[in-house]
């Protein structure tokens, strides 16, 4: 439709200028700016736009000579083709000529596409005759389908038309190829996203689900209707008219998003980071308090790409019958109600599910029974559509469907696929209420990389994945649990609810448990069965804080942990439901590191158990035992047991309860013989516990945990655990373990290159370097006030969590403010969870001796007030 906005006056020819050009895109970017908030809608906008762009380049082609040459055409093609331009769009044009350009007309042609450049138009361009657009368009999809799009601004018509008819004919791009290739172009990008459309940093256009997939569908209807107008689609009876309006309705949202997005950049950019989240959904009239504005923007958005996806399934779906002919496939019956369409289960009844809601459970019950189905038919997505909007209450309320539902949910396959399709065709939000609150709720924070629903449903699919041969090399453990689990059901359950009370008031895993229990009951399931299943979702924090933030090492933590879990078969489900959620949260989180933390507390737990909760460990016992296990190894090398014990009187107890036989005596080989004048720095050379080792031995000097730590920041590496302890004549035998910034252990060089930094600093004893790097662009966008608490513990030292932002330096900056304080610091946890830090520290006074309270106070003051600047 042409529109009737009056935009800004465009510079004559004689006056057009470098200066005079930028003027009037400034003015017009204001202008659309301007119009889009008092609410002009956006197609009228996007193509006020396009229309402009036609008028500046028809100018400036005149102004550059260019009109003089009738030989030339200049072709709008791609989105600028379609007359589609958001604020910041690429303007992708085509000079085409039927012989090749001669050198005067090619410095003409070079000016003109200089000028575009200068006054910051994003263009992409080509020089091509005829028969190489031709050539080329037949080698290349995208630049066919940019040729489709094309659409004449100035110059020879006659030429003009003869692309038109060479691109439209059935020689050029057969219909059945370019659907192919669209197709497979559409999978590859999918891939490149890994198939998530639920990412929380989206791109508004390639997206799965996004603008690239209405597009896609249109391309394809171009191609083999002749028009590429969604209402064509209603015509070829391949859309009804409410599914047209529909798609319609999506692509002008996501034109919404794009154009506010635009408006708030300096350059082309259709990804909606986080930093740019607030200022779009603000244009776009959400509003509310803090990050509310973004959820709603986010759970709108993410809604909107599900629907898409589905609609763009099911026209492709129905594509491949009526361009490739493809409808001949293999029926077979499945039961009364389904049949087999080749891989795909379809309903015999176009009105099945409105007449028989539960029947919608009992083809997942198929799909589960049967895994040569990959999918949906067209015609039973449809309905499955149909039935969803129609329905007035909930499928959990119908008692037929509760009985179908437990039968699925004890189905071994039901992690797989079924959960799968449930999930993206809106099934689980139809069963029952709590599932519908979290379809697209965004979780505002680094950590969490999908929506809560998404996330939900990978934790199943990580589940799922226990019982394949090849995850075992990632997950031994799980994969050795899952299978002898008594009841996977109630694990599924479990983590179908771990997280359904995100974005509720209130503790996520306590109202998650009380909703769980709820729906079991109700489901039929025994009270016992439920309240595991409660439990579950309670504590499905639990291993992971304890692994992650507690000192596992300590006999204390174990038992407190085992009188939770207090049996073997609730620590085997934990175990994998907490493995599952950290692999879900996103796609950089799992790491050795944590898979060793989770083992160790694994099976610590597990000996706890079956020597009985009554029964403490023997301490002195362990250490016995270590020692004995080391000196065997230190004798292979040539020691005797008595060089050994030695060398081990100057350590006290706590040094061999909290190593193993293997790092005591890797200590030992290096630290027999050595110069007490000059540090001992060891790095290890392969992975320990899931990250790489730094042990450090040398005459105490002030805060050299502090030291390290700088030293350590500037080096890009994360420490995430540490043991700070001194022998009994004075030396410090410090353990650290560290990470580089992707999570994993150190290589061979990188290693050896620290120990000899690390060794050199110490040998010096050089004052903490507090060199302040750069924040990354996304923990900017997030604001968390410090909080420094005192927990619970015994003995002579003090427990402190500290809760900050992770910035560049966080823990160089906290060992300052202990150093300060002449505090020392015995043990540390680092935990980063997305933007936020969670440290533990095992601190004393310069007495040795725990805080006071007055202490306590002060150095909270005193912390707090330092990581807020």
Same mark, same amino acid.
């Given at each position: 439709?042409?529109?009737?906005?009056?935009?800004?006056?465009?510079?004559?020819?004689?006056?057009?200028?470098?200066?005079?050009?930028?003027?009037?895109?400034?003015?017009?970017?204001?202008?659309?700016?301007?119009?889009?908030?008092?609410?002009?809608?956006?197609?009228?906008?996007?193509?006020?736009?396009?229309?402009?762009?036609?008028?500046?380049?028809?100018?400036?082609? +005149?102004?550059?000579?260019?009109?003089?040459?009738?030989?030339?055409?200049?072709?709008?093609?791609?989105?600028?083709?379609?007359?589609?331009?958001?604020?910041? #769009?690429?303007?992708?044009?085509?000079?085409?000529?039927?012989?090749?350009?001669?050198?005067?007309?090619?410095?003409?042609?070079?000016?003109?596409?200089?000028?575009?450049?200068?006054?910051?138009?994003?263009?992409?361009?080509?020089?091509?005759?005829?028969?190489?657009?031709?050539?080329?368009?037949?080698?290349?999809? %995208?630049?066919?389908?940019?040729?489709?799009?094309?659409?004449?601004?100035? =110059?020879? $018509?006659?030429?003009?038309?003869?692309?038109?008819?060479?691109?439209?004919?059935?020689?050029?791009?057969?219909?059945?190829? @370019?659907?192919?290739?669209?197709?497979?172009?559409?999978?590859?990008?999918?891939?490149?996203?890994? =198939?998530?459309?639920?990412?929380?940093?989206?791109?508004?256009?390639?997206?799965?689900?996004?603008?690239?997939?209405?597009? %896609?569908?249109?391309?394809?209807?171009?191609?083999?209707?002749?028009?590429?107008?969604?209402?064509?689609?209603?015509?070829?009876?391949?859309?009804?008219?409410?599914?047209?309006?529909?798609?319609?309705?999506?692509?002008?949202?996501?034109?919404?998003?794009?154009?506010?997005?635009?408006?708030?950049?300096?350059?082309?950019?259709?990804?909606?980071?986080?930093?740019?989240?607030?200022?779009?959904?603000?244009?776009?009239?959400?509003?509310?308090?803090?990050?509310?504005?973004?959820?709603?923007?986010?759970?709108?958005?993410?809604?909107?790409?599900?629907?898409?996806?589905?609609?763009?399934?099911?026209?492709?779906?129905?594509?491949?019958?009526?361009?490739?002919?493809?409808?001949?496939?293999?029926?077979?019956?499945?039961?009364?109600?389904?049949?087999?369409?080749?891989?795909?289960?379809? #309903?015999?009844? =176009?009105?099945?599910?409105?007449?028989?809601?539960?029947?919608?459970?009992?083809?997942?019950?198929?799909?589960?029974?049967?895994? &040569?189905?990959?999918?949906?038919?067209?015609?039973?997505?449809?309905?499955?559509?149909?039935?969803?909007?129609?329905?007035?209450?909930?499928?959990?309320?119908?008692?037929?469907?509760?009985?179908?539902?437990?039968?699925?949910?004890?189905?071994?396959?039901?992690?797989?696929?079924?959960?799968?399709?449930?999930?993206?065709?809106?099934?689980?939000? %139809?069963?029952?209420?709590?599932?519908?609150?979290?379809?697209?709720?965004?979780? @505002?924070?680094?950590?969490?990389?999908?929506?809560?629903?998404?996330?939900?449903?990978?934790?199943?699919?990580?589940?799922?994945?226990?019982?394949?041969?090849?995850?075992?090399? !990632?997950?031994?453990?799980?994969?050795?649990?899952?299978?002898?689990?008594?009841?996977?059901?109630?694990?599924?359950?479990?983590?179908?609810?771990?997280?359904?009370?995100?974005?509720?008031?209130?503790?996520?895993?306590?109202?998650?448990?009380?909703? /769980?229990?709820?729906?079991?009951? /109700?489901?039929?399931?025994?009270?016992?069965?439920? *309240?595991?299943?409660?439990?579950? !979702?309670?504590?499905?924090?639990?291993?992971?804080? %304890?692994?992650?933030?507690?000192?596992?090492?300590?006999?204390?933590?174990?038992?407190?942990?085992?009188?939770?879990?207090?049996?073997?078969?609730?620590?085997?489900?934990?175990?994998?439901?907490?493995?599952?959620?950290?692999?879900?949260?996103?796609?950089?989180?799992?790491?050795?590191?944590?898979?060793?933390?989770?083992?160790?507390?694994?099976?610590?737990?597990? +000996?706890?158990?079956?020597?009985?909760?009554?029964?403490?460990?023997?301490?002195?016992?362990?250490?016995?035992?270590?020692?004995?296990?080391?000196?065997?190894?230190?004798?292979?090398?040539?020691?005797?047991?008595?060089?050994?014990?030695?060398?081990?009187?100057?350590?006290?107890?706590?040094?061999?309860?909290?190593?193993?036989?293997?790092?005591?005596?890797?200590?030992?080989?290096?630290?027999?013989?050595?110069?007490?004048?000059?540090?001992? !720095?060891?790095?290890? *050379?392969?992975?320990?516990?899931?990250?790489?080792?730094?042990?450090?031995?040398?005459?105490?000097?002030?805060?050299?945990? /502090?030291?390290?730590?700088?030293?350590?920041?500037?080096?890009?590496?994360?420490?995430?655990?540490?043991?700070?302890?001194?022998?009994?004549?004075?030396?410090?035998?410090?353990?650290?373990?560290?990470?580089?910034?992707?999570?994993?252990?150190?290589?061979?060089?990188?290693?050896?290159?620290?120990?000899?930094?690390?060794?050199?600093?110490?040998?010096?004893?050089?004052?903490?370097?507090?060199?302040?790097?750069?924040?990354?662009?996304?923990?900017?966008?997030?604001?968390?006030?410090?909080?420094?608490?005192?927990?619970?513990?015994? =003995?002579?030292?003090?427990?402190?969590?500290?809760?900050?932002?992770?910035?560049?330096?966080?823990?160089?900056?906290?060992?300052?403010?202990?150093?300060?304080?002449?505090?020392?610091?015995?043990?540390?946890? !680092?935990?980063?969870?997305?933007?936020?830090?969670?440290?533990?520290?095992?601190?004393?006074?310069?007495?040795?001796?725990?805080?006071?309270?007055?202490? &306590?106070?002060?150095?909270?003051?005193?912390?707090?007030?330092?990581? $807020?600047?």
């Amino acid at each position: 439709m042409e529109t009737t906005l009056a935009a800004p006056p465009l510079p004559c020819v004689e006056e057009i200028s470098l200066k005079s050009s930028k003027r009037y895109l400034d003015e017009l970017q204001e202008y659309l700016a301007d119009q889009f908030n008092q609410g002009v809608h956006v197609v009228e906008l996007v193509q006020l736009r396009s229309q402009q762009m036609d008028l500046l380049l028809n100018c400036l082609w +005149k102004h550059f000579g260019l009109a003089d040459h009738p030989e030339l055409s200049l072709l709008a093609v791609g989105g600028y083709g379609r007359g589609e331009l958001h604020p910041r #769009s690429d303007i992708d044009i085509l000079i085409l000529t039927r012989e090749q350009v001669k050198s005067a007309i090619a410095d003409k042609i070079s000016a003109f596409i200089t000028l575009l450049w200068d006054i910051r138009l994003d263009v992409g361009q080509s020089v091509r005759t005829l028969k190489e657009c031709l050539e080329l368009g037949l080698e290349d999809i %995208t630049i066919a389908t940019n040729l489709q799009e094309s659409r004449l601004l100035f =110059g020879d $018509k006659a030429l003009y038309q003869e692309l038109c008819m060479a691109v439209c004919a059935d020689s050029f791009w057969p219909s059945e190829a @370019f659907f192919r290739a669209k197709k497979d172009e559409q999978l590859s990008r999918h891939r490149q996203y890994k =198939g998530n459309a639920y990412s929380l940093e989206p791109d508004i256009k390639a997206n799965p689900g996004g603008l690239r997939d209405i597009q %896609t569908i249109c391309w394809v209807a171009g191609r083999h209707f002749g028009s590429s107008d969604l209402d064509e689609l209603t015509k070829q009876n391949f859309l009804t008219l409410a599914e047209c309006r529909e798609l319609q309705d999506c692509r002008d949202f996501l034109w919404r998003v794009r154009f506010a997005l635009h408006i708030h950049l300096p350059k082309s950019d259709d990804r909606l980071l986080f930093d740019r989240q607030l200022a779009v959904a603000q244009s776009l009239g959400y509003s509310g308090e803090h990050n509310a504005p973004v959820e709603r923007l986010m759970k709108h958005f993410f809604q909107t790409v599900r629907r898409i996806s589905e609609l763009n399934e099911m026209l492709l779906q129905l594509f491949d019958e009526a361009i490739l002919g493809n409808t001949a496939m293999d029926v077979q019956p499945v039961d009364e109600n389904f049949m087999l369409r080749g891989n795909l289960i379809d #309903s015999a009844n =176009g009105q099945l599910f409105l007449q028989q809601p539960e029947q919608i459970l009992v083809m997942f019950l198929h799909i589960a029974d049967n895994p &040569k189905i990959t999918g949906i038919y067209s015609a039973t997505l449809r309905q499955l559509r149909e039935a969803r909007r129609r329905l007035t209450h909930w499928l959990q309320d119908i008692p037929e469907c509760r009985r179908y539902f437990r039968r699925l949910i004890k189905h071994p396959n039901v992690t797989g696929l079924p959960l799968t399709l449930m999930h993206r065709y809106g099934v689980l939000s %139809t069963y029952f209420p709590a599932w519908s609150r979290i379809v697209g709720q965004m979780q @505002f924070d680094l950590f969490h990389a999908f929506t809560v629903d998404e996330h939900t449903h990978r934790l199943i699919n990580k589940i799922h994945s226990f019982n394949d041969e090849k995850t075992k090399e !990632v997950h031994p453990l799980c994969c050795q649990v899952y299978p002898r689990l008594e009841r996977p059901d109630l694990l599924a359950l479990a983590a179908i609810f771990h997280d359904i009370a995100k974005g509720r008031k209130g503790d996520h895993s306590t109202l998650g448990a009380v909703d /769980a229990e709820e729906f079991c009951l /109700a489901h039929g399931f025994s009270k016992p069965s439920a *309240r595991t299943v409660a439990w579950l !979702v309670k504590h499905h924090l639990l291993m992971s804080v %304890t692994a992650q933030r507690r000192d596992i090492y300590d006999p204390e933590v174990i038992t407190e942990f085992a009188k939770v879990v207090r049996d073997q078969r609730h620590l085997d489900m934990l175990l994998c439901l907490t493995v599952a959620d950290i692999c879900a949260t996103n796609d950089d989180t799992w790491n050795s590191w944590k898979r060793t933390l989770l083992s160790e507390l694994y099976n610590s737990t597990q +000996k706890a158990l079956r020597r009985g909760l009554e029964n403490p460990v023997d301490i002195r016992g362990v250490i016995r035992d270590k020692q004995k296990k080391a000196i065997q190894q230190l004798e292979l090398k040539g020691y005797s047991e008595e060089q050994v014990r030695g060398l081990w009187q100057r350590f006290r107890a706590d040094y061999f309860l909290r190593h193993t036989p293997q790092q005591i005596a890797w200590h030992s080989d290096h630290l027999w013989g050595h110069s007490e004048d000059q540090p001992l !720095v060891l790095v290890s *050379r392969r992975a320990t516990r899931g990250g790489t080792e730094i042990f450090i031995h040398c005459q105490d000097i002030p805060h050299l945990f /502090a030291s390290v730590a700088a030293e350590l920041d500037q080096k890009n590496l994360n420490i995430h655990d540490a043991q700070i302890m001194s022998s009994r004549d004075g030396f410090v035998l410090d353990t650290f373990v560290v990470l580089d910034h992707e999570g994993e252990p150190l290589s061979l060089e990188r290693g050896i290159l620290l120990q000899q930094t690390l060794a050199e600093k110490l040998h010096v004893a050089a004052p903490i370097d507090l060199k302040q790097r750069r924040v990354p662009r996304q923990v900017q966008q997030f604001s968390i006030a410090p909080r420094v608490e005192f927990l619970p513990t015994k =003995g002579n030292r003090t427990l402190i969590e500290v809760v900050a932002l992770d910035k560049p330096g966080l823990l160089a900056k906290i060992s300052a403010v202990f150093q300060s304080f002449n505090y020392t610091i015995h043990a540390a946890k !680092v935990t980063t969870i997305g933007e936020k830090a969670e440290d533990f520290f095992s601190i004393s006074n310069c007495e040795r001796e725990k805080l006071s309270p007055e202490q &306590k106070q002060q150095l909270k003051s005193i912390l707090e007030q330092a990581l $807020k600047q």
